[in-house]
């Protein structure tokens, strides 16, 4: 790698990401912990453009661009997945109208359901979350309609003809099994238009609550409905890393 004449020590930019202090940060390089442009840096008077080079940590990314955001955010029901909405009706723009940045919503889920959805002003992982290409997994807890057979599992794993073609889970576990309901968590890589609701009400059990609880490496975790979080450092390295960043 070609260092820059001019620019600024690759362990104070480490420093000022967060990776602890100077030395700590010299440690990591020597250790050869660290890469510029994808080659591993280990002398400590290399000097980078932190504007342009593109640094992983352990093979994690590091985002060193303060303008560049990426939330999670808790969708409530009834919000629509679109910043604006021209009906008038509930929108996502009115959850973050204390952000300065100019956010877009990567996916959507329908007004109906509730749970992770991320929002970002980095428009190529915005891109590649949302590519399939990238089979990015998105898990999901349904409550169904129905005592649910032993069986499911293995029929949404082989798949079930919707009318837009076959669809299919990676993972399906039941949570809770009641008398004429279930909770049940399934993981799934697609995206398509209420997916998971034609899925499940194809095998026989109509949703009557639907939340995602992760999309890659995010959780959604305890975060509040209508509230967001930051996603930085090493779980933004993380959300990076899935989609080859």
Do not use: W
């Amino acid at each position: 790698m070609s260092a820059p004449a001019e620019g600024v020590r690759l362990q104070k930019v480490l420093a000022g990401a967060g990776l602890g202090s100077r030395r700590a940060c010299e440690d990591l390089i020597s250790a050869g912990r660290v890469s510029v442009d994808g080659e591993v840096v280990r002398e400590l008077g290399t000097r980078v453009d932190p504007t342009a080079a593109v640094i992983h940590v352990d093979g994690l990314r590091l985002q060193l661009d303060p303008g560049v955001v990426t939330l999670a955010l808790n969708k409530p029901r009834g919000v629509h997945s679109t910043m604006h909405d021209d009906r008038g009706r509930p929108a996502l723009a009115e959850l973050v109208a204390d952000r300065p940045e100019r956010l877009f919503h990567v996916g959507r889920l329908d007004a109906d359901t509730e749970g992770l959805l991320l929002l970002t002003n980095d428009g190529e992982l915005a891109h590649r979350l949302a590519h399939p290409s990238y089979e990015v997994p998105k898990t999901y807890v349904a409550r169904v309609t129905g005592r649910v057979a032993r069986g499911l599992g293995r029929r949404l794993k082989d798949g079930i003809e919707l009318d837009d073609g076959p669809a299919r889970v990676d993972r399906f576990t039941i949570l809770e099994q009641g008398p004429d309901s279930a909770v049940v968590e399934l993981v799934l890589h697609e995206g398509r238009n209420r997916i998971v609701r034609r899925l499940l009400d194809a095998a026989g059990h109509p949703v009557q609550r639907l939340t995602r609880t992760r999309v890659g490496p995010v959780l959604l975790g305890q975060l509040r409905p209508g509230a967001t979080r930051v996603i930085d450092g090493e779980e933004l390295g993380r959300l990076m890393s899935s989609v080859g960043l």
